[in-house]
């Protein structure tokens, strides 16, 4: 069993920055993969950043390249997600979520994205 709790999320100005993370706990060491995830009122859930935790390859959807990073701190066991430049648009509940093999940015109601946090709020004024 693996238990995820997001943090950092909040209310900032258009041009302002967050730093999401996830705390991880329990059997964590079968996750190919981590991400970040996204869902705005009456939208569907979208992929935003994932991270290969071997190789640490990373993955962005376009729409948050060059503003979002994300990175794992393995003496922390968590995956943060530093969101610059940050546009009323990325107003969401955040989410974090493990990946087994084959798991898909873009494919964020696959089942293989088996554990998933319970969300933090990130508003984005104008």
């Known amino acids: 069993q693996v238990h995820l709790v997001e943090s950092g999320g909040g209310s900032v100005q258009a041009g302002g920055s967050l730093r999401l993370s996830c705390a991880a706990s329990?059997?964590?060491?079968?996750?190919?993969?981590m991400g970040w995830f996204r869902q705005a009122p009456c939208k569907e859930r979208e992929g935003v950043a994932k991270?290969?935790?071997?190789?640490?390859?990373?993955y962005y959807a376009d729409s948050v390249k060059g503003r979002f990073t994300i990175s794992l701190n393995n003496d922390k066991n968590t995956v943060d997600l530093q969101m610059n430049s940050l546009k009323p648009e990325d107003t969401a509940m955040y989410y974090c979520?493990?990946?087994?093999?084959?798991?898909?940015?873009?494919?964020?109601?696959?089942?293989?994205?088996?554990?998933w946090g319970q969300g933090t709020q990130v508003t984005v004024s104008s």
């Open positions: 979520a493990t990946g087994q093999l084959g798991a898909m940015l873009r494919d964020s109601s696959s089942n293989r994205w088996n554990y």
């Open positions: 329990g059997y964590t060491s079968s996750s190919d993969s």
């Open positions: 991270i290969k935790t071997g190789s640490g390859s990373t």
